[in-house]
T-cell receptor, first 116, second 114 residues
């Protein structure tokens, strides 16, 4: 079955330190991978995506993500965290199942807490 | 910027009521989606639509229906609301040109069924 896993419910980091939010996936074929962020009482906002090409993808607000095919991972990273980065982060992968509809499968979300 | 507008931020309805959640997008996107968001479960797809008058079931369609009479509007209908439909509902739209286009989300409707 195709799936996305975010193994940490919450990640805590001090402001100025690097942050990593983990994501692993399981799909058949080539994965299309996405990261979204949700601030309190808001919808999700697109951060970045990996479709093909360079394994390091740069996105909005200084975030980047590294695609690792052998580990089937797509971890979100930022070199220096800000308090304003505190939010709920979702990893998603395109469903490549038989229906091939372009649906996204979302992980359960990881809360990032950046302390001053 | 794409704007996806959900008509209500908060709704409180009684068990058995018929509930309409409305979503409008202003970017002429072909694809539209309804998700529900529950803590620890992430986002689960209820229904989606690839174009006007088209609809397809997502992963959890039971108890829901949808309507897409115009390209910009996608409505989610709870035929007879139940307490287990208390949730955050998110609408999204996407350019229909390819699966690598990102989804654009509305701010959500938090529905409470009592």
């Amino acid at each position: 079955a195709q799936s996305v896993a975010q193994p940490e419910d919450q990640v805590n980091v001090a402001e100025g330190n690097p942050l990593t939010v983990k994501c692993t996936y399981s799909v058949s074929g080539n994965p299309y991978l996405f990261w979204y962020v949700q601030y309190p009482n808001r919808g999700l906002q697109f951060l970045l995506k990996y479709i093909t090409g360079d394994n390091l993808v740069k996105g909005s607000y200084g975030f980047e993500a590294e695609f690792n095919k052998s580990q089937t991972s797509f971890h979100l990273k930022k070199p220096s965290a800000l308090v304003s980065d505190s939010a709920l982060y979702f990893c998603a992968v395109r469903d490549t199942g038989s229906s091939n509809t372009g649906k996204l499968i979302f992980g359960q979300g990881t809360t990032l807490q950046v302390k001053p | 910027d794409v704007k996806v507008t959900q008509s209500s931020r908060y709704l409180v309805k009684r068990t058995g009521e018929k509930v309409f959640l409305e979503c409008v997008q202003d970017m002429d996107h072909e694809n539209m989606f309804w998700y529900r968001q529950d803590p620890g479960l992430g986002l689960r797809l209820i229904y989606f639509s690839y174009d006007v008058k088209m609809k397809e079931k997502g992963d959890i369609p039971e108890g829901y229906s949808v309507s897409r009479e115009k390209k910009e509007r996608f409505s989610l209908i709870l035929e007879s609301a139940s307490t287990n439909q208390t949730s955050m509902y998110l609408c999204a739209s996407r350019f229909g040109g390819g699966y690598n286009s990102p989804l654009h989300f509305g701010n959500g409707t938090r529905l409470t069924v009592t």
